[in-house]
């Protein structure tokens, strides 16, 4: 028999999060007091980005419990990442830029993501603020069907995504079937997951136990290799084991994440970039062998600039708001909602549905519109960003309701099926699914809407299924109560 449910950890209390936040924001107003200090403006508003995350988490109440793995926690760290220290980085290294006629535009475009991010904060805590857990929230897998059947599906998602990246880069025709399969990847992080929360909080043993672990992690090396020109999936896939060990036994492995951030710089960021350079009609395997060879032709500068800078560079995506702010309304017209509430439906009906479906490209049609991109370039997709989107569409007024609704959605998905910490595997396991699709919100609005709405219908019905199937089993309490066991925290915000 195992625990009612775990003691929920405080090991980041809010009267600490308070301060933190509070040093963070008259660190950044000292700034402006630095004669000496470069771009104090830029440095002060990309402050105020980790500032008013930690402020919010201190503000708002709760019992002094903290969640590393919150929505709101990881999407403020890679916002300010995104804007903050990308327009810092920028401001320091102008020569990085697309354009130098984009260097002007970097403060208001910081200055709109802060707007918009506090628009996001407040949609997150003032909407949604009591929801329940799923019914199936005490429910747990019996035997191996719900592991080998989300893996299998996710798994040929991964495998029919790059069969169809192979088929545009070719130009041959897009096969249904193949185009249909890349719509399930995000399934494999399910039972990912719930592997390893099962295997460290001891709810599989054994053989068992050693053959899932070893299966999934095969499956997970097999998807690193044919999505070799990914930099996020490895990352994504080295994380969730990281918020397993956090939900499973209260303990968050900064140690360990730390190491692994320094590999995917120092290692992984600059063998893949230089991976890419190489021609795609050579074999998977040459290119990684040249890769590698001309990596240690490298003398220390030059790998630096090749890993360090050139992540900074990669993350500093603020240039496509600023390329919005520059030319929206002048060479470029607004789109007055067209990519936010027309593109969607092409996400969401599949190709077999619509055979002539045509292959959408917003990301490199933004690159091309906004002259981020050269005429030559018909492979690159950038990442047109959230705000830079709204404010392309409907203007300011787009980029504060539509953060104030994004805010709301990331409030009740973490609501929903994230908060707390009680004994859940398959509602935690939902909650990291659709963790992984809100956290490449910066793509583009469409993508990002139609991933969680494709994920969640299909997840639902396959627990559906299963559950009728008899494949999931009430997780066996201890204690005087019955039921499911949620977290007092779980369900309510105050």
Same mark, same amino acid.
């Given at each position: 028999?195992?625990?009612?449910?775990?003691?929920?950890?405080?090991?980041?209390? &809010?009267?600490r999060?308070?301060?933190?936040?509070?040093?963070?924001?008259?660190?950044?107003?000292?700034?402006?007091?630095?004669?000496l200090v470069?771009?104090?403006?830029?440095?002060?508003?990309? =402050?105020?980005?980790?500032?008013?995350?930690?402020?919010?988490l201190?503000?708002?109440?709760?019992?002094?419990?903290?969640?590393?793995?919150?929505?709101?926690?990881?999407?403020?760290?890679?916002?300010?990442?995104?804007?903050?220290?990308?327009?810092?980085?920028? &401001?320091?290294?102008?020569?990085?830029?697309?354009?130098?006629?984009?260097?002007?535009?970097?403060?208001?475009?910081?200055?709109?993501?802060?707007?918009?991010?506090?628009?996001?904060?407040? #949609?997150?805590?003032?909407?949604?603020?009591?929801?329940?857990?799923?019914?199936w929230?005490n429910?747990?897998?019996r035997?191996?069907?719900?592991?080998?059947?989300f893996?299998?599906?996710?798994?040929?998602?991964?495998?029919g995504?790059?069969?169809?990246?192979?088929?545009v880069?070719s130009g041959?025709?897009?096969?249904?079937?193949?185009?249909?399969l890349?719509?399930?990847?995000?399934?494999f992080?399910?039972?990912? %997951?719930?592997?390893?929360?099962?295997?460290?909080?001891g709810?599989l043993?054994?053989?068992?136990?050693?053959?899932l672990?070893?299966?999934?992690?095969?499956?997970?090396?097999m998807?690193?290799i044919? !999505?070799?020109?990914? &930099?996020?999936?490895?990352?994504?896939?080295a994380?969730?084991?990281? @918020?397993?060990?956090?939900?499973?036994?209260?303990?968050?492995?900064?140690?360990?994440?730390?190491?692994?951030?320094? @590999?995917?710089?120092?290692?992984?960021?600059?063998?893949?970039?230089?991976?890419?350079l190489?021609?795609? =009609?050579?074999?998977?395997?040459?290119?990684?062998?040249?890769?590698?060879?001309?990596m240690?032709?490298?003398d220390?500068?030059?790998?630096?600039?090749?890993?360090i800078?050139?992540? %900074?560079?990669?993350?500093?995506? @603020?240039?496509?708001?600023?390329?919005?702010?520059r *030319?929206?309304?002048?060479?470029? *017209?607004f789109?007055?909602?067209k990519?936010?509430?027309?593109?969607?439906m092409? %996400?969401?009906?599949?190709r077999?549905?619509?055979? *002539?479906?045509?292959?959408?490209?917003?990301?490199?049609?933004?690159?091309?519109? %906004? $002259? +981020?991109l050269?005429?030559?370039?018909?492979?690159?997709?950038?990442?047109?960003?959230?705000?830079?989107?709204?404010?392309? !569409? +409907?203007?300011?007024?787009?980029v504060?309701?539509g953060?104030?609704?994004?805010?709301?959605?990331?409030?009740?998905?973490?609501?929903?099926?994230?908060?707390?910490?009680?004994?859940?595997?398959?509602?935690?396991?939902?909650?990291v699914? +659709?963790?992984?699709?809100?956290l490449?919100?910066?793509?583009?609005?469409? $993508?990002?809407?139609? #991933?969680?709405?494709?994920?969640?219908i299909?997840?639902?019905?396959?627990?559906t299924?299963?559950? &009728?199937? $008899?494949?999931?089993?009430?997780i066996?309490?201890? $204690?005087?109560?019955?039921?499911a066991?949620?977290?007092?925290?779980?369900?309510?915000?105050?």
């Amino acid at each position: 028999m195992f625990p009612m449910e775990q003691h929920a950890p405080a090991l980041f209390p &809010k009267h600490r999060m308070l301060a933190a936040g509070i040093v963070c924001l008259a660190a950044a107003c000292a700034a402006t007091l630095v004669p000496l200090v470069p771009h104090p403006g830029t440095i002060l508003l990309a =402050s105020l980005l980790p500032g008013m995350t930690l402020m919010y988490l201190g503000l708002r109440g709760r019992d002094g419990s903290f969640d590393y793995a919150e929505a709101v926690l990881l999407y403020g760290i890679l916002y300010s990442l995104y804007f903050g220290v990308g327009a810092i980085f920028l &401001k320091f290294n102008p020569e990085r830029l697309t354009s130098l006629s984009l260097y002007n535009y970097l403060d208001p475009a910081l200055a709109l993501a802060v707007v918009g991010y506090v628009a996001l904060l407040a #949609g997150y805590g003032f909407t949604f603020r009591h929801v329940r857990p799923p019914r199936w929230a005490n429910l747990e897998p019996r035997g191996v069907i719900v592991y080998v059947l989300f893996g299998g599906m996710g798994l040929a998602g991964f495998l029919g995504g790059a069969m169809h990246a192979t088929q545009v880069l070719s130009g041959s025709a897009f096969s249904p079937v193949v185009s249909m399969l890349g719509q399930f990847t995000s399934l494999f992080f399910f039972p990912w %997951f719930l592997v390893w929360y099962a295997i460290l909080s001891g709810r599989l043993q054994g053989l068992r136990a050693l053959c899932l672990g070893a299966g999934f992690l095969a499956a997970a090396i097999m998807i690193v290799i044919v !999505n070799v020109g990914q &930099k996020g999936t490895p990352a994504t896939l080295a994380a969730i084991p990281m @918020i397993a060990v956090w939900y499973a036994r209260g303990r968050f492995p900064l140690k360990t994440i730390a190491t692994l951030v320094l @590999i995917w710089i120092l290692v992984v960021f600059p063998v893949y970039n230089t991976f890419r350079l190489q021609h795609r =009609s050579i074999p998977t395997a040459e290119r990684m062998e040249r890769s590698v060879d001309t990596m240690t032709s490298w003398d220390a500068r030059e790998f630096a600039d090749r890993s360090i800078i050139a992540f %900074f560079g990669r993350i500093a995506i @603020i240039q496509a708001p600023a390329a919005v702010l520059r *030319d929206a309304g002048r060479s470029v *017209d607004f789109m007055y909602g067209k990519t936010l509430f027309l593109t969607p439906m092409s %996400f969401l009906v599949p190709r077999f549905l619509w055979p *002539d479906k045509p292959q959408f490209t917003l990301g490199h049609d933004f690159g091309r519109i %906004f $002259g +981020l991109l050269s005429r030559a370039d018909r492979q690159t997709y950038l990442a047109i960003t959230t705000i830079g989107e709204l404010y392309w !569409n +409907l203007h300011v007024p787009g980029v504060l309701a539509g953060m104030f609704v994004l805010g709301s959605l990331l409030g009740w998905i973490y609501r929903r099926y994230g908060q707390g910490f009680a004994i859940e595997p398959m509602r935690k396991a939902m909650y990291v699914m +659709l963790l992984t699709v809100m956290l490449q919100g910066e793509g583009n609005i469409a $993508g990002f809407v139609s #991933g969680i709405v494709r994920t969640l219908i299909a997840t639902l019905v396959i627990l559906t299924l299963l559950r &009728k199937l $008899g494949s999931l089993q009430e997780i066996p309490r201890t $204690g005087t109560g019955g039921g499911a066991a949620v977290d007092g925290s779980a369900g309510t915000v105050a």
